[in-house]
């Protein structure tokens, strides 16, 4: 059996090599590093894969949430909405541009915002709710857009960990993770369903005049070269990265039934097991099985964590510490206790290797030492 690892990066490589090494090769032949035509390409393509929303591509998935918040004009003290279960790169941005992050908790069986709470912090300062698409599930955006309409807030989707996944609304209609609010942010992170070889963000929006602004921000503030109309940042995607992530689009599809297939796997082979909660899936969303994430009692989950390990199963915790409990994001009135839903699932959920290079002999392996680890226990 091949060792088994969270993601195989190698794995992938060799399998896509000649298809990758090409793409490199032309670009290194071209000396196009910054801002070469593969970027507009990749872009292109993307855009395709998306139904044709704008895509403006950028340095990482940090900068495309704090270049969303830029071109939305957010002021100094204005609040956006967040889960607490997720992701620092969501709070730190807000805290850079001198906004005010609001945190509410999830849903225990969704991992997403819990639309009901919103409510319940929404102000007159309130500009924006940044629902997380967590493991790779949309958030139930179709209540949430229609808070954000009734309140003339903005919403910017962390889509990260979901490209490729579609929220269903109840009439019917599909739309990309992503494209939905107002901006949606991703990052192609090397270990993300869609990665580079490096770090890699994009935006997504169905408006034309956001996307400019994104793209001039993104890109030192400037539409025309030395002229800066307004404030911006240097972000932008490699040429490399972008004819790397041009042949790994093209395999996106294929990708995403391989995560599934894994996933099916583990839902036939670890069902039964008491102690065990399988990933809910909700009806509003398919799944593209970023993480697959199981929930196990407290008293469980780092002495199974412990035994996977020894017998060579890595297995990951997203997230150990909720955001309010952070030393830079700790303030006084989030007590331990304020968020009881995203305190429980640090201390209960454990991800599970899941990647496209995953074979049946290694799936079974690792379902059986989880079954020999509960058996254990009984
Ligand atoms: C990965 C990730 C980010 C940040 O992306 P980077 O490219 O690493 O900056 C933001 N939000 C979520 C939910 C993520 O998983």
Redesign the pocket.
């Known amino acids: 059996m091949k060792p088994i690892k969270m993601v195989d990066l190698v794995g992938q490589y060799q399998r896509l090599k000649s298809l990758i090494d090409t793409a490199v090769q032309e670009v290194l032949g071209a000396g196009e590093f910054i801002q070469g035509s593969q970027v507009k390409a990749f872009e292109a393509a993307l855009s395709n894969y998306l139904e044709g929303t704008n895509v403006v591509s950028c340095g990482?998935?940090?900068d495309a949430?704090q270049i969303a918040m830029m071109a939305l004009r957010f002021k100094p003290g204005d609040e956006i909405i967040i889960p607490v279960h997720?992701?620092v790169?969501?709070a730190e941005v807000i805290a850079l541009l001198g906004l005010r992050p609001v945190f509410i908790d999830v849903r225990e069986d969704t991992f997403t915002l819990d639309v009901d709470q919103v409510d319940h912090v929404l102000s007159d300062r309130t500009v924006a709710i940044v629902p997380?698409h967590?493991y790779g599930q949309c958030a139930d955006m179709e209540p949430l857009l229609r808070i954000a309409a009734k309140r003339g807030v903005a919403i910017i989707e962390?889509c990260?960990?979901a490209l490729g996944a579609g929220y269903h609304f109840s009439d019917g209609r599909i739309m990309p993770a992503g494209t939905i609010g107002e901006i949606g942010a991703t990052?192609f992170?090397p270990t993300?369903n869609l990665g580079a070889y490096g770090?890699g963000?994009a935006m997504f929006t169905r408006d034309s005049d956001i996307a400019e602004r994104l793209r001039m921000i993104a890109n030192h503030g400037q539409r025309v070269k030395y002229r800066h109309d307004v404030v911006g940042v240097n972000s932008r995607l490699d040429t490399l990265q972008a004819a790397i992530l041009s042949v790994k689009l093209r395999s996106l599809r294929n990708d995403e039934e391989r995560r599934k297939w894994v996933a099916r796997y583990y839902d036939t082979h670890l069902s039964g097991i008491r102690q065990m909660e399988l990933p809910v899936r909700v009806n509003y969303s398919s799944h593209v099985y970023h993480q697959y994430t199981l929930r196990v009692g407290a008293e469980y989950r780092d002495p199974m964590s412990a035994y996977l390990r020894t017998r060579g199963i890595p297995t990951m915790i997203y997230y150990p510490t909720p955001l309010h409990e952070q030393p830079a994001y700790h303030l006084p009135e989030y007590r331990s206790g304020a968020f009881p839903v995203a305190e429980k699932l640090s201390r209960t959920v454990i991800s599970l290797p899941i990647h496209t290079e995953m074979d049946e002999s290694q799936l079974s392996y690792i379902c059986e030492t989880i079954h020999e680890f509960f058996a254990k226990r009984e």
């Open positions: 990482n998935g940090t949430l997720t992701y790169a969501t997380v967590l962390d990260a960990q990052s992170f993300k770090d963000g």
